[in-house]
């Protein structure tokens, strides 16, 4: 933390590389909540004076402190004090895009952790619909293709802040704004067009939720777009990228024509937790590395705390485990079977 006032740029560096280990790796709470002033204020030092690698660096550490402070009073105070900095390098067309990518995620991270006026959401919304959407991007005009982390980072951040907005400004989203989203499917980026797809697949979902009908003058356009990218099959792009994008599209086409969801189901040790909207998704994406974070978001309660026979009874033993997987080989070699002898058949 002193090395944060270092004259030497590469000091700072490694004091905030430093940082940035110590704060995704442990709970440091109640250390952090005694020295706050301190490291914000050197924190603002760092966004204002340093450039590209150490003003990234500060954003990163900016969003873990607050993800450290949570919701309460500590960590809004963190947010606004460093909400306009955060907002004058995202917006800054001049500063680095590593810079402006890193202010991105932490502006919608804290801003969903720590803000407690309805006024700093929408804010925040405004300027990073302004990254991924300039105004030459609007319906029908063509999708962003330079600094794709960036238009990643600003639209993941805004999806996020979608989740907690009220229906009043959900409504305005829903009349026009949203509009600006199906371009993004057109990018040349496969990460921009999968959180593209994504978010429409968000905004359909809050507009059923309010029971109010998604106007699109060119709706069986949209979904002609979705059934390429859910089909695409051309050769110039990677195979995994390929395969990733028909798999999400597959599911974000299964939602749009008929409202069904495929719901996917984490496991950490005995417990687990189901998401089953995109809303969910969107939020489980964005704190699933902090995990008392997530508890408290996700409603989950304190952790199970099990004693030395239950935690034995829980486990499956070795023999146990081979006779499943074993059982579960024959069925996958089967069902194999069964579809090489319909190829077969056609051909």
Not at 75 to 94: A, C, M, Q, Y
Request: hydrophobic share 40%.
């Amino acid at each position: 933390m002193d090395n944060l006032l270092d004259k030497s740029t590469k000091t700072r560096q490694v004091a905030l590389q430093s940082l940035r280990l110590a704060f995704s790796s442990k709970t440091l709470s109640e250390f952090l909540l005694e020295r706050r002033l301190t490291i914000t204020d050197s924190l603002e030092k760092c966004l204002k004076k340093g450039k590209g690698e150490e003003q990234a660096l500060a954003g990163t550490v900016l969003t873990l402190l607050c993800l450290q402070m949570g919701s309460g009073p500590e960590g809004e105070e963190v947010f606004r004090s460093l909400k306009p900095l955060l907002i004058s390098i995202l917006t800054d067309s001049t500063a680095s895009p590593s810079a402006r990518q890193s202010c991105a995620m932490a502006l919608g991270m804290c801003c969903y952790i720590a803000a407690a006026d309805l006024e700093d959401v929408i804010l925040c919304l405004s300027c990073l619909e302004g990254v991924f959407s300039p105004p030459s991007a609007g319906e029908g005009g063509s999708a962003p293709t330079q600094h794709g982390p960036l238009h990643c980072s600003a639209l993941q951040s805004w999806s996020l802040l979608l989740t907690i907005c009220p229906p009043s400004h959900i409504k305005s989203v829903l009349d026009n704004r949203w509009l600006k989203l199906p371009p993004l499917l057109s990018s040349s980026s496969v990460m921009l067009r999968i959180l593209a797809g994504e978010t429409i697949a968000l905004v359909f979902e809050l507009a059923h939720d309010m029971e109010e009908d998604l106007c699109h003058q060119d709706t069986e356009f949209l979904h002609a777009q979705l059934k390429v990218l859910a089909t695409e099959s051309n050769k110039y792009r990677a195979k995994m990228d390929r395969r990733k994008q028909r798999s999400i599209f597959r599911d974000i086409l299964r939602f749009i024509e008929s409202g069904e969801y495929q719901e996917e189901t984490i496991r950490f040790g005995l417990e687990c937790m189901y998401l089953d909207s995109w809303a969910r998704q969107r939020t489980y994406q964005a704190f699933k590395e902090n995990n008392e974070l997530l508890r408290e978001i996700f409603g989950l309660g304190p952790p199970l705390v099990l004693d030395t026979a239950a935690l034995k009874a829980s486990k499956v033993s070795r023999f146990e485990k081979h006779l499943y997987n074993s059982a579960a080989f024959k069925a996958r070699t089967k069902a194999r079977s069964r579809v090489r002898d319909k190829r077969v058949d056609v051909l």
